[in-house]
Structure formats: structure tokens, C-alpha cells
């Protein structure tokens, strides 16, 4: 079993920064890839970022060049940093993990943002 563990929720006025943060533990070896998602009032969830231990990143195009997804492999934690937010960020973020073939998700951490 894996337990995934976020923080860094809270609420933040538009054009501010939120770093969220999610820590794996119990049976973390052959973890690959860390991604992040979420799921705003009424919508489907949807992709935002990803990495894998090759450090490799990918991003939706809605957070281009306001937020950075990055691991720190040592720990099993995975970050993200969100800057420049504006209401459309408003969701909740849930931490995913790929280990081999199985996948896992946290249970959420909810970013709300004012305008």
C-alpha cells in the first residue's frame, strides 16, 4: 500500500502563489512518476502537471509558465509551485503517483483563489 499525503491548500487572492506538496509513504519502491490534477465545482478532473524520475515534465496548457512540478526523489515528494493564480485555478489538486503498473491518488487538497 501507498499513502499519499498533501498540504498546502488554502485560499490566495488572484496573482498570488500557493506551493502545494505531496509525500508518498509505506511501499514506495518502484514509484516512476508523480503528476498532479484537479477538479473544479461541477467539472470533470482534469491534468495539470507531471514528472517522472528522469526529472521529465509536462504541463497543461492553462498553467504554462506559472507552475513548476518537481520531485524530490530522496523523499517520494513531489511539489507544486503555483504563481500568477487567477480564479480559474480554483479546484481541487490531487497528488497521483504511478508505481510500475499501479496508480494511486491522494485525497485532495482544495485551492481556492479571489478575485
Known amino acids: 500500500q501507498v499513502q499519499l499525503v498533501e498540504a498546502g491548500g488554502g485560499l490566495v487572492q488572484a496573482g498570488g502563489s500557493l506551493r502545494l506538496a505531496c509525500a508518498a509513504s509505506?511501499?514506495?519502491?518502484?514509484?516512476?512518476?508523480y503528476g498532479w490534477y484537479r477538479q473544479a465545482p461541477g467539472k470533470q478532473r482534469e491534468f495539470v502537471a507531471t514528472?517522472?524520475?528522469?526529472?521529465?515534465?509536462n504541463y497543461a496548457d492553462s498553467v504554462k509558465g506559472r507552475f513548476t512540478i518537481s520531485r524530490d526523489n530522496a523523499k517520494n515528494t513531489v511539489y507544486l509551485q503555483m504563481n500568477s493564480l487567477n480564479p480559474e485555478d480554483t479546484a481541487v489538486y490531487y497528488c497521483?503517483?504511478?508505481?510500475?503498473?499501479?496508480?494511486?491518488w491522494g485525497q485532495g487538497t482544495r485551492v481556492t483563489v479571489s478575485s
Open positions: 509505506g511501499n514506495t519502491f518502484g514509484i516512476n512518476a
Open positions: 497521483n503517483i504511478n508505481r510500475f503498473t499501479a496508480t494511486y
Open positions: 514528472i517522472n524520475n528522469a526529472g521529465i515534465t
